[in-house]
């Protein structure tokens, strides 16, 4: 189904160009925590990573987001889904909001879910996301196991153990 394509990507059922798009492009602020971490979802989807670093609150605290890291995070994953589990608080006359949510991606053949418990503030009538309490989940492998000397399934021609698969 073709319309499919347009459906935005944070499973709001909406279009993305009337759901996260204008906020990735900054034609609109995210009025709630839980639009801000739909949007952040989306961005590691269309792979804009400008939108995840600008979007996180920049203090002494936090740490230095890794925009390599960040990039190879969304363009080496296949992005299934994301899950809004609870919020608390988070609305547009808060200043501080909780957002549980689940993000199902496959990355070299495995099928994970990243959890987490993201804590956002509003700096200056505009939310951030401020920091996050991963919860460990158990990861399930797409397909059949690849054997060490197996030619590596990205198409490279080495052996996996000297390519995706090395440690």
Known sequence: MEQNENLCPCGSGKIYGECCEPIIKGTKKAATAE???????????????????????????????????TEDWSRNSTWHGLRILRTEKGTPSDTEGIVEFEAVYTQKHIRETHHEMAY?????????????ELKVETIVREGRKIGRNE?????????????????
């Open 151 to 167: 030619p590596c399934p990205c198409g490279s021609g080495k052996k996996y153990k000297n390519c995706c698969g090395k440690n």
């Open 35 to 69: 639009e801000l971490m739909r949007a952040r979802y989306s961005s590691y989807v269309k792979q804009e990573i400008d939108f995840i670093i600008n979007t996180c609150e920049s203090s002494e605290q936090i740490a230095q987001i890794d925009r390599k890291a």
């Open 120 to 132: 956002f503030k509003k700096i200056d009538g505009e939310w951030a996301y401020s920091t996050g």
